[in-house]
């Protein structure tokens, strides 16, 4: 779906300015690093895909508690990206498959590691019952922000990688030719929400948070 690009208010500046950096870490994590240079270590990676894979498994159903208060301008949005994000469940397990996961990890849930619970808890807590904006900050326009840029930076060592071929690269490849589209169609929404009386520091304050968690339950999902 095509969104109409309105000029940026100036705390739109200000927000990227804020969140760079939050985002270059989680670029210098080791297995975006590692998977950049086509060096991931065996059996820390099928860990990561396991360990950090209820966040994908979940992210459509933060997306449906956004559609469900969402203001009426939002709904399209909401309700192609839930259906966009059911697909990327099956993409992820697919990448497990050209890592040699054993599909039942995937099937059979294993305990979220603290810092996979934290985030999962944070963007459960956010979507639910934060401030609109807030809550579409942290989700839409820091977590799918970065995930392009993730997946741009991992296509550069895996692209090559002959064992995970092209299924396993599904996920990475979606998410690289993204466009960045639904960042900038968050991002509408959210300014929508500021000119509506929520903060440009309220909504730079979550997706700070969202990146930071996120920063650390990749770190512990693959270092750990």
């Not at 200000?14 to 270590?41: F, G, K, M, W, Y």
């Not at 860990?47 to 208060?69: E, G, K, M, S, T």
Request: glycine share 6%; aromatic share 8%; proline share 6%.
């Amino acid at each position: 779906m095509s969104v109409q690009v309105t000029p940026h208010p100036a705390w739109v500046a200000d927000l990227d300015a804020t969140l760079d950096p939050s985002r270059e870490a989680i670029l210098d994590t080791n297995v975006i690093v590692h998977a950049s240079e086509n060096q991931l270590v065996d059996g820390k990676i099928q860990d990561f895909l396991v360990a950090f894979y209820p966040i994908i498994r979940d992210f459509p159903n933060w997306l449906q508690l956004l559609l469900d208060r969402s203001p009426e301008d939002g709904k399209a949005f909401f309700r192609d990206n839930i259906r966009v994000e059911k697909r990327h469940d099956a993409m992820w397990r697919a990448m497990g498959d050209g890592f040699s996961v054993p599909k039942e990890r995937f099937q059979i849930p294993e305990p979220m590691l603290p810092e996979v619970r934290d985030f999962h808890g944070y963007l459960t807590e956010m979507c639910r019952g934060a401030a609109f904006g807030a809550a579409v900050s942290a989700t839409n326009y820091a977590v799918e922000g970065v995930a392009q840029k993730i997946s741009e930076k991992a296509l550069r060592g895996l692209a090559k990688n002959e064992k995970i071929g092209p299924r396993g690269r599904w996920w990475l490849e979606e998410h690289a030719k993204y466009d960045d589209e639904h960042p900038i169609q968050a991002l509408e929404i959210i300014k929508s929400c500021v000119t509506r009386g929520e903060t440009p520091t309220s909504v730079t304050d979550s997706a700070r948070k969202s990146l930071a968690l996120m920063k650390d339950a990749m770190v512990a999902c693959y270092d750990s």
